[in-house]
């Protein structure tokens, strides 16, 4: 069973990459209705769920199964999802 806090301790950057090129429902949400700003991706599958929220500087946030990933660490784990984002977003011009 997947279990993100344990990929991230270990920092098992293929066993990311095989959970999220499965298939994934996709729903983009604005924001604004809920009190917060910017705007958010929300993919589903099974009991999983990741969420990338782009917030109003720019920067996008990433949440799977409610643990944020920091994306500017310097892990394996972050250098991937920093590649599926563009440098704006990642805030590391």
């Known amino acids: 069973m997947f279990s993100i806090s344990n990929v991230i301790e270990r920092d098992a950057v293929r066993e990311i990459e095989a959970f999220m090129h499965q298939g994934w429902r996709t729903y983009t949400m ?3 209705a809920s ?5 958010m991706l929300i993919m589903r599958r099974d009991t999983h ?3 990338v929220w782009r917030r109003p500087d720019g920067i996008a946030e990433v ?3 409610d643990v944020l990933i920091d994306i500017k660490a310097n892990t394996k784990i972050a250098v ?3 590649s599926l984002m563009p440098a704006d977003a990642v805030g590391m011009e």
Not at 35 to 39: D, E, L, N, Q
């Open 35 to 39: 009190g917060w700003a910017g705007s």
């Open 63 to 65: 949440e799977i199964d």
């Open 30 to 32: 604005p924001l604004w």
């Open 80 to 82: 991937y999802l920093r």
């Open 49 to 51: 769920e990741i969420r």
